[in-house]
């Protein structure tokens, strides 16, 4: 694409989009420093508020016009461009883990983040307010043909079920966004124009409980649980369509003497094959009925009841082939000397792919490791990239009537 990467070149070289770029050079320590006072404010799945406070107030104070929507996101917009056609630039907000105290998030000798969150997605947040301010700064483009608008969403990780997302979608004005750059981590190395569908389930088991010796043989529901993800693990088909499948939750008992009135898991199945994903969940549901019938038939006393309940589903889709998204970001990608793959993952990409809306989900640069864990660390080295790379991609999504 010839054409395409000397329009990037040419773009990149205005002066006005140079300033912009230079930006993020100069303001380093800034970026950095909201990096580390944005992490410190838990926000944890279904408890995003006073984070997506925060980030509304910080749009504000960069000269953009913000507001909390009905789900909870922050929606940030150049005044005046309130209900303009727009490109949004999007980041969850909220973390599987969240710091107790904000002294859990530290700056580490080696200049490295450390603490819950700071990679997935503190990373993501920092890079929309350091595209808020330098535009503020130095607006890049005079009179683009579309606006670009910033969002903090809700509901992404976890049980979420991407609800800020589907909102944003799914509302009145969802029709204003031809096309959603999704940042989510730091990795570079990869483009999500790919979503990869996921069903989660809460496998209950119910029985009266009892004595751990008085009632021995009586019913067991960590038993039938155990036995519930025992027989599904042998019975799951590995290899291709690639597919995946985990117990993430245990839950269940009170007492080492006591048999269990209750136990439930929950789990997480992922497949890029839509029919491989229906196998999966009628294999999770069989493997239950089954372990219903045979605990209850060897039981002495009291009766089991199971139940199997669906807590959340993530659309598949993909990028239809030869969308300009695609297009700008390999071309921006050639222009600043970045390598990366097309991939497919599940994120908040998933909602517009599933209705044929253009979005892709890229890293915000910089380098991180141990997401999801409390060993999470992030490195702002190699940030400046990912800055540049959005802002360019973002000014040719701008100009674009596709």
Known sequence: MPILAESVSDLARTAAVRACLEWFRKERGW??????????????????????????????????????????????????????????????????????????????????????????????LTALLALAAAWNAHPPLEYPLLTPVLVANVGEE??????????????????????FLILDGPSMDHITCQALASRRFDVTFSGPGGHSWSDHGSVNPVHALSRTIARFLDQAPNGEPRSSYNFGLIEGGTSINAIPSEARAKVDLRSENPR???????????????????????????????????????????????????????????????????????????????????AVSIGAGGQGGGAHTPNEWFLPEGREAGLRRILLALCLLLNSEG
């Open 31 to 124: 970026i950095n420093e909201q990096h580390l006072k944005l992490c410190r404010i838990p926000a944890p799945t279904f408890l995003e508020e006073k984070r997506a406070e925060y980030m509304a107030e910080r749009f504000r104070s960069l000269g953009w016009e913000s507001k909390l929507d009905r789900a909870g996101n922050v929606i940030a917009w150049l005044p005046g461009k309130r209900e303009a056609a727009s490109v949004a630039v999007t980041a969850h907000l909220d973390t599987v883990l969240a710091p107790r105290v904000p002294e859990d998030i530290k700056v580490a000798g080696d200049g490295r983040l450390l603490g819950p969150g700071v990679s997935d997605n503190g990373a993501g």
């Open 158 to 179: 976890g049980e979420g079920n991407l609800s800020g997302m589907r909102y944003l979608c799914r509302a009145a004005t969802s029709s204003r966004y031809r096309a």
């Open 276 to 358: 491989r994903m229906e196998e999966l969940a009628t294999l999770l549901e069989s493997a239950m009925e089954r372990t219903l019938e045979e605990e209850n038939a060897r039981a002495t006393g009291g009766r089991l009841s199971a139940r199997l309940k669906e807590i959340g589903s993530r659309p598949g889709g993909a990028l239809r082939p030869g969308s300009p998204i695609l297009e700008y970001l390999s071309a921006v990608d050639a222009h600043l000397g970045i390598r990366s793959s097309l991939d497919c993952a599940s994120t908040d990409a998933n909602i517009p792919l599933s209705l044929g809306l253009q």
